[in-house]
């Protein structure tokens, strides 16, 4: 017999429960389970299990067929989808929320119909359900902006997932009136036969209705939908009250020095905040408010592609019991990973609590940061791998958001592609991006925050060409800035981009600080390079609007 279970009847919607330690979660008994979504009506047999410990979440993991690595940590996969489905994503279009949303190809319009009818089809999932899974949580360790998430699934690992994820409760009287800001249902196994007369992208759905506080997810059994789901979330809650949500990862010095790590996925956001060195605040999702830094999340969630213990120790040390992997190849023998065996995806992940990673900052919070680093995987080979931003030329490269899509982040994307993501994740911005980058200008100028622009992608030639500049390398530049070494170098003003570069800088091969000495052909190098300086400009003309700060004079020439 498993814990934590309970058979639901029509009437009584209770839930049995018991208290865990801190690592594990919270069930308390006596708390309506579908307050907030009573369309949900279980069949009287179902069980309903509501934020499981760790150890009973692996239990039914088991029972349900799942693999155990060597490393002790559960893996499983995800099929068709590996990676985020972001065409089929949608916003229900109502008021007052339809005047909110920055409108286009990320944030696409739902009819309320549709919507409507697509949550009668989960809901009848549910109705019919053996097995439902509910995590309620938080998103944001800040007590001031912090939100109650719910979570409700089908699916042992998805439970896990989010319990991973997310802000475990610590008490059961957090748990015992909780009543969710938002909720997601997700429904992986359905999907939406009348699509196309729906006027969808797919069979797949994931929609957003944002006055009802519910979204519900189709098609696609991805965990980091639910995750990324959320954050979206928060990107339309926080800044229209005043707290600016990052896309980015945190970490903090013994003396208090808070850095933020901005950028896209495979830019180097979780591997660069895991540092021995430094107390880690959170690897994905942040909000800068009043009082400082706050993590999202209770968890990380890191590529796994190529790990090993030697380049990304502690990353690979968290995976062990109570991690979930994703969507990674094991010997069906040994049970041991291969990380470098990318057959299935690109975008192999695990997911752990965030204490899996010793010298994480307990409440998650650090004070307002000295230092903020604009990472991007540039696949053209022609930005330096560090260079100073003036305030100007940092709006004007956190409104372009220059990186490559790295193979496997999303479906379709098989090889780097280069692109231009709004505030680094234009993917996930609810709002217009003018609006982030305004609440970002503020905080930077108001706390004397220095930017700086990382290439964390190629060197020495275009992706095919040369090659991803090493880790050790993309660390030495950053140690330098934290470490305050880059204060005494001598800097050169690069004549196309304008910005800032180090002429010597230890650990960093002169030849790279200065691309175009990396190139062995020169004429190829400057062809490269305006080709991408006239990319950047195209970009930018969107946000050249009127009533808008224009920032075109601080982009490349």
Sequence with gaps: MF???????????????????????????????????????????????????????????????????????????TGRFTGRSPKDKYFVDR??????????????????????????????????????????????????????????????????????????????????NFEPDFTIINAAAVSNPDWKEDGLNSEVFVGFDIENKLAI????????????????????????????????SANIGKAGDTALYFGLSGTGKTTLSTDPDRQLIGDDEHGWDDHG??????????????????????IFRAIRRDALLENVVIDPETKVVDFHDTSKTENGRVSYPIYHIPNFKPDTMGAHPKTVFFLTCDAFGVLPPISKLSPEQAMYHFLSGYTAKVAGTELGVTEPTATFSACFGAAFMVLHPTKYADLLKQKLLQHDTQVYLVNTGWSGGAYGVGKRMSIKATRACINSVLDGSINSAELRTDGRFGFQVPLALPGVAAAALNPEDSWADKAAFH???????????????????????????????
């Design 527 to 557: 062809a490269t390079a305006d080709k991408l300086s006239e990319m950047f400009k195209a970009n930018y003309k969107k946000f050249v609007q009127p009533g808008m700060t224009d920032y075109t004079a601080y982009g490349p020439k």
């Design 217 to 248: 997810i189709g098609g696609t059994y991805y965990g980091g939908e639910m995750k990324k789901g959320i954050f979206s979330m928060m990107n339309y809650w926080l800044p229209l009250q005043g707290t600016m949500s990052m896309h980015c």
């Design 95 to 176: 008021a007052p929320s339809t005047d909110n949303i920055w409108w286009g190809s990320v944030n696409k319009k739902m009819s309320p119909e549709t919507f409507t009818k697509l949550k009668g089809l989960v809901v009848n999932h549910f109705n019919k359900a053996s097995k439902i899974y509910v995590f309620d949580g938080y998103a944001g360790s800040s007590p001031v902006s912090r939100q109650r998430v719910r979570f409700i699934s089908e699916i042992p690992w998805q439970h896990h997932f989010v319990t991973n994820m997310f802000i475990r409760p610590t008490s059961p009287e957090e748990l015992e």
């Design 3 to 77: 814990s934590n279970c309970v058979v639901v009847s029509y009437l009584l919607f209770a839930l049995i429960g018991s208290v865990y330690s801190l690592e594990a979660s919270v069930g308390v008994s006596g708390t309506s389970l579908f307050q907030s979504f009573g369309d949900i009506v279980p069949r009287q047999d179902a069980q309903v299990y509501r934020n499981l410990d760790f150890e009973t979440i692996y239990e039914h993991e088991i029972a349900d067929g799942n693999i155990v690595a060597s490393s002790g940590a559960v893996a499983i996969d």
């Design 293 to 314: 830094v706050f993590n999202f999340e209770g968890g990380c969630y890191a590529k796994t592609i190529d790990l090993s213990e030697a380049t990304e120790p502690e």
